[in-house]
């Protein structure tokens, strides 16, 4: 019996989480550093790969696959989306490169924001996918890429324009859209639909 999108996700994320923990014990939250536009940049940066790897039909000179750029993308929107959300429960890009200020605060504490950032991504993911009766499921994966390129030049536009809005959703809905894609991305991938 296959996994219903529900469970699918959590099995997706855990083993994001796994990797964003086991990342934090090595580097701490070094990606404090990063300014919004360079969270932008980064997931960009991957992004941009993941279509160049479609168009070369996968032959890579970095071993690293599509499927690892997804989980890429999902940690730096999760990241994102921590640093609007919780930056007062996260230590300040000021004190990254003073240990004993950042020593306060646990990695506990620091996967307690991802958790929370994880639950409300997915509950809007449950919420798109009732009303749009899973049709991510028909998409291609060149279309999943495309829709977070989409996303990502949003983001780069409301960044430019100083978060000023008219008539648009914010940031935050840019990155909780841009996880969910890469999550689906990574469910619509054969070899790694977890």
Not at 7 to 31: I, N, T
Not at 41 to 55: M, V
Not at 69 to 89: A, K, Q, T
């Amino acid at each position: 019996m296959e996994d219903s999108t529900d469970q699918q996700f959590e099995k997706v994320l855990a083993r994001c989480r796994s990797l964003f923990e086991r990342k934090l014990k090595d580097y701490g939250p070094a990606w404090l550093i990063f300014r919004p536009a360079s969270i932008t940049d980064q997931i960009l940066i991957k992004a941009l790969r993941i279509r160049s790897l479609e168009q070369k039909e996968d032959r890579a000179l970095i071993p690293e696959t599509r499927d690892v750029e997804y989980v890429g993308i999902i940690n730096y929107s999760i990241i994102g989306l921590m640093i609007m959300w919780f930056d007062e429960r996260l230590p300040s890009a000021a004190t990254i490169f003073q240990p004993e200020q950042v020593r306060r605060f646990s990695d506990d504490s620091i996967l307690a924001c991802y958790d929370a950032v994880t639950a409300k991504a997915g509950d809007l993911m449950r919420r798109k996918n009732h009303d749009y009766d899973e049709a991510w499921r028909a998409m291609r994966l060149s279309s999943i890429t495309d829709q977070m390129l989409v996303k990502l030049a949003r983001l780069r536009q409301i960044e430019s324009n100083a978060g000023e809005l008219i008539a648009s959703e914010g940031t935050d809905s840019q990155y909780c859209d841009i996880l969910n894609y890469a999550v689906f991305g990574l469910l619509l991938m054969p070899a790694t639909a977890a």
